[in-house]
Nanobody, 126 residues
Framework: QVQLQESGPVLVQPSQTLSLTCTVS??????????WSWIRQPPGKGRQWIGT???????YYSPDLISRTSISRDTSRNQYTLQLSSVTPEDTAVYYC??????????????????WGQGTQVTVSS
């Protein structure tokens, strides 16, 4: 059974870069034909897809966030990392890492993700 765990700072200052890491256990991020994504949920709002790195290493981003987002991976540690630059208080949210099968119709179809981390609250504030 695959498990995902988010880690990173809980408080980020405005204009800085938010960096979160997802550590995956019970399965490799480079095999098995899966997409590995970052998703967030701002307070009082629905979940929002941020971006994805595929098992092949190809990355995909939400058009709304593409100018500020980068997702990379460390295959030796079976981890992938989100970097979101120039953050504002509107980036305050619970951030999740999650896995979707290669058969998913669209990466923002969150109901089709099959494994989720527990989520981590990140607050942007000075």
């Amino acid at each position: 059974q695959v498990q995902l765990q988010e880690s990173g700072p809980v408080l980020v200052q405005p204009s800085q870069t938010l960096s979160l890491t997802c550590t995956v256990s019970g399965g490799s991020i480079t095999t098995g034909y899966y997409y590995w994504s970052w998703i967030r949920q701002p307070p009082g709002k629905g979940r929002q897809w941020i971006g994805t790195i595929a098992y092949s290493g190809t990355d995909y981003y939400s058009p709304d966030l593409i100018s500020r987002t980068s997702i990379s991976r460390d295959t030796s540690r079976n981890q992938y990392t989100l970097q979101l630059s120039s953050v504002t208080p509107e980036d305050t949210a619970v951030y999740y890492c999650a896995r979707a099968p290669i058969t998913i119709a669209a990466l923002d179809r969150l109901e089709d993700y099959d494994s989720w981390g527990q989520g981590t609250q990140v607050t942007v504030s000075s």
